[in-house]
């Protein structure tokens, strides 16, 4: 089989379609390690859905806690546990290619997947070198998936985050609360801004959804700017799809996963939990197709139900609990940067400890007692 797309999802499908028996090609159009456009943000959640520990080595920060701020509104929340940590994804994801490797993938660096044609009996994969047959594909090529034109329509720029993100040279042990991650709203449509602290640097950039970003470039200088930050530091930009929608995501021989699927978190905006999930639900499922032979659209559509159960309910009440709180920012956003049991609260959902619809509930219970306390009482 095929997977195409060496980042979180793509290097999870293959190394457990390897461990499961299953002789894998691992195809990544750039060359390994490469540079990727992110906040490096990775949850606890995330690394316990892996089966291996990672190197410690990749570990640049560890996250105990947010800071939340809005207008003139912030709060800090600090948690007795480790949430989550900071890396850079070009040496996380490598690390986790490294890992499928090991495992009996075959990997295919700086080759490019120009196209798919599905026929009865196997895949045909046309790459700028040559061309694989293939009794079935995992799609984890990303937002622009080439494999995803076997499946469905492009995203529609309502359904995607524009986000802008940059390295800055930073002495991060000299920072007050090095091990707080800095998130700051009102700053892009639908999203944030964020400040995290490396080892050596910090990352920092916005995300907003691309329909309504109408000036973003100018919006990331203005939150440099009001950072104290260098406003012309060189950045990069790269597209996350909106989660919660319903798509498809797989079709006879194909399943996507990853982004290629639109699996992201949309009010948070994050990604690599919902790739290295959805790539080990993906490679079970394909496993088990080849036992019987069948990978047709209605044997690989247990791969959608699986993922509903597992985050994708989530996901709908993620994207639900994004549009009321941005909705509503100068109450509930500003609720939640003035009140620290709210945010320290929101924090249990990067951990799983927490789901969106549970944590909308106890925050809408909340919302008249902390309007009288903050708004009123005044």
Not at 33 to 52: H, I, M, N, Q, T
Request: net charge positive; hydrophobic share 40%.
């Amino acid at each position: 089989m095929v997977v195409v797309g060496a980042g979180p999802a793509g290097s999870t499908a293959a190394r457990q379609c390897a461990l499961k028996g299953l002789k894998t090609l691992l195809l990544e159009k750039e060359k390994l390690p490469r540079y990727k456009p992110c906040g490096g943000a990775v949850s606890e959640k995330s690394l316990s859905l892996l089966d291996f520990k990672i190197n410690k080595e990749l570990v640049e920060r560890e996250c105990y806690g947010a800071i939340l701020k809005y207008g003139r509104y912030g709060i800090k929340a600090r948690k007795p546990y480790r949430f989550g940590i900071l890396t850079s994804r070009d040496k996380f994801d490598f690390y986790l290619t490294e890992k499928a490797v090991n495992a009996g993938v075959e990997l295919h660096d700086s080759e490019k997947v120009r196209s798919l044609n599905v026929l009865d009996s196997h895949v045909v994969v046309k790459t700028d070198k040559t061309s694989y047959n293939a009794s079935s594909v995992i799609g984890a090529d990303g937002v622009n998936s080439i494999v995803s034109r076997q499946v469905r329509d492009r995203f529609a720029p309502a359904e995607l985050g524009l986000s802008f993100e940059a390295a800055l040279p930073y002495d991060v042990d000299n920072l007050e609360d090095p091990d707080l991650i800095r998130t700051f709203f009102g700053c892009a449509p639908g999203g944030y801004g964020w400040v995290f602290p490396k080892r050596e640097h910090l990352s920092v950039g916005i995300v907003g959804i691309l329909s309504r970003f109408k000036e973003p470039k100018r919006a990331f200088t203005d939150f440099m700017e009001k950072r104290g930050l260098d406003p012309s530091v060189r950045f990069q930009t790269h597209l996350i799809p909106l989660g919660g929608y319903k798509r498809e995501t797989c079709s006879d021989r194909i399943i996507l996963v990853g982004d290629a699927a639109g699996y992201a978190d949309p009010f948070l905006w994050e990604g690599i939990q919902y790739a290295i999930h959805s790539g080990k639900i993906a490679a079970g499922v394909i496993s088990g197709s080849y036992g019987g032979g069948d990978f047709s659209n209605d044997r690989l559509s247990i791969y959608k139900k699986d993922c509903f159960k597992a985050f994708g309910e989530n996901l709908e009440h993620s994207l639900e609990f994004s549009r009321l709180i941005h909705q509503y920012p100068n109450i509930l956003i500003r609720l939640v940067a003035s009140n620290e049991p709210l945010i320290s609260r929101y924090l249990d959902t990067a951990v799983g400890r927490l789901g969106y619809r549970a944590y909308r509930n106890w925050l809408l219970l909340r919302v008249p007692y902390y309007l009288l306390q903050n708004f009123i009482c005044r």
